[in-house]
């Protein structure tokens, strides 16, 4: 065997193979490697868009929490104020109320005042007619002398 005929094969054959490879191997495994590098970019750049949308939504939410917040406390600042209006209203329709009731109550005692000096008066007449009886010792006609009563009457 001869070192230079081996060598010479062995390049050829080693020369075939590498045409070989490259012409039926290589292509598919570069296509794939390509694949592959356009999916993990792909993947890469849908990563930070989502990174970046979800800074926008986080920012969004936070404005909307901040804009909600406000608008709670402008309820909640009508509302203090409808209830101190709804207050006033109140202490204005029971001081109403009660001036109103106050107001009846005097009218009634003034009747009440007057009925009892109505009754005093007639209690007054009875026990003058009474007194003025046992004093003539005779009786007196009510009924004669009425004028004369109602004119004691007006005069108590």
Same mark, same amino acid.
């Given at each position: 065997?001869?070192?230079? #005929?081996?060598?010479?094969? !062995? $390049?050829?054959?080693? %020369?075939?193979? /590498?045409?070989?490879?490259?012409?039926?191997?290589?292509?598919? +495994?570069?296509? #794939?490697?390509?694949?592959?590098?356009? %999916? +993990?970019?792909?993947?890469?750049?849908? @990563?930070?868009?989502?990174?970046?949308?979800?800074?926008?939504? $986080?920012?969004?939410?936070?404005? $909307?929490?901040?804009?909600?917040? @406000? !608008? #709670?406390?402008? /309820? +909640?600042?009508?509302?203090?104020?409808?209830?101190?209006?709804? /207050?006033?209203?109140?202490?204005?329709?029971? &001081?109403?109320?009660?001036?109103?009731?106050?107001?009846?109550? &005097?009218?009634?005692?003034?009747?009440?005042?007057?009925?009892?000096?109505?009754?005093?008066?007639? !209690? /007054? #007449?009875?026990? *003058?007619?009474?007194? *003025?009886? &046992?004093?003539?010792?005779?009786? +007196?006609?009510?009924?004669?002398?009425?004028?004369?009563?109602?004119?004691?009457? &007006?005069?108590?």
């Amino acid at each position: 065997m001869n070192i230079t #005929a081996t060598l010479i094969g !062995q $390049s050829v054959t080693f %020369l075939v193979f /590498v045409w070989f490879c490259m012409k039926f191997v290589w292509p598919p +495994i570069m296509n #794939a490697l390509a694949e592959r590098k356009k %999916l +993990i970019a792909d993947g890469l750049a849908a @990563g930070e868009r989502g990174k970046h949308e979800l800074e926008l939504a $986080s920012r969004k939410a936070a404005d $909307s929490l901040r804009d909600a917040k @406000g !608008q #709670a406390a402008e /309820v +909640i600042a009508q509302a203090e104020k409808r209830a101190a209006q709804i /207050v006033e209203e109140a202490k204005g329709t029971a &001081k109403a109320e009660g001036d109103r009731m106050i107001a009846g109550a &005097k009218a009634e005692i003034d009747q009440e005042a007057t009925r009892a000096r109505e009754t005093l008066r007639e !209690q /007054v #007449a009875a026990l *003058a007619v009474a007194g *003025a009886e &046992k004093i003539l010792r005779r009786e +007196i006609d009510a009924k004669a002398h009425a004028d004369l009563l109602e004119a004691i009457k &007006k005069e108590l």
